[in-house]
């Protein structure tokens, strides 16, 4: 096997666990109502950026990349669309709905990413791509249960599919800066200038 793919797949699930795990947390009876929604982003996000500066730091200086004024608006974009928009309506839709089926209807965010980067990048949807989309989303309608006896909250599920396609145009147009910068420096940046913009 790989060794970049095993630890790709590695990263993958240590990422899912601790995102898994913090919505299931939020909704415990001891910390509901405790913490409101956009400051749990607002501050996620602060630290997440503020613990990915040394790292950005250290690869521009790898790469010999300058920040330029248009590369700063980039990153406003970008932590706007996932953090104010993406990730506030994911938490909000948390709050209204059942955690479980929130978290598996925006995993199905691919779907979205698949179609936006046909568009915007001009990537190519080959057969296996769409049989692969075919089945998340067959396996998210089976998950989720929307004809039985799951409790799907319109107005969280309005919220949750929006959260996702913001957060499906934030990683395609970042995807713009990554070959110049890394997705490290991007991903600090935009961390940084969304939870300024929320906390704004």
Request: with cysteine.
């Amino acid at each position: 096997m790989n060794r970049n793919f095993a630890v790709g797949c590695l990263c993958i699930a240590m990422a899912t666990l601790i995102f898994s795990s913090m919505e299931v947390v939020l909704k415990l009876p001891a910390l509901s109502g405790a913490f409101h929604p956009l400051q749990i982003t607002m501050e996620r996000f602060l630290l997440g950026g503020l613990c990915l500066i040394p790292v950005a730091a250290h690869t521009l200086k790898k790469k010999g990349v300058s920040l330029t004024g248009q590369d700063l608006g980039y990153f406003a974009m970008t932590g706007f669309l996932n953090v104010c928009l993406g990730m506030v309506l994911f938490q909000l839709a948390v709050t209204f709905g059942q955690a479980n089926v929130v978290a598996v209807i925006f995993s199905g965010n691919p779907i979205f990413v698949t179609v936006l980067a046909a568009v915007i990048l001009h990537e190519v949807i080959r057969w296996n791509n769409i049989l692969a989309l075919v089945f998340d989303l067959l396996g998210i309608l089976i998950i989720v249960d929307p004809f039985g006896s799951s409790d799907l909250n319109p107005v969280s599920l309005v919220m949750v599919l929006l959260a996702a396609l913001f957060f499906s145009l934030y990683s395609v147009l970042s995807k713009r800066k990554t070959a110049r910068m890394s997705s490290i420096v991007v991903t600090c940046f935009s961390f940084l200038f969304g939870s300024a913009e929320l906390f704004l």
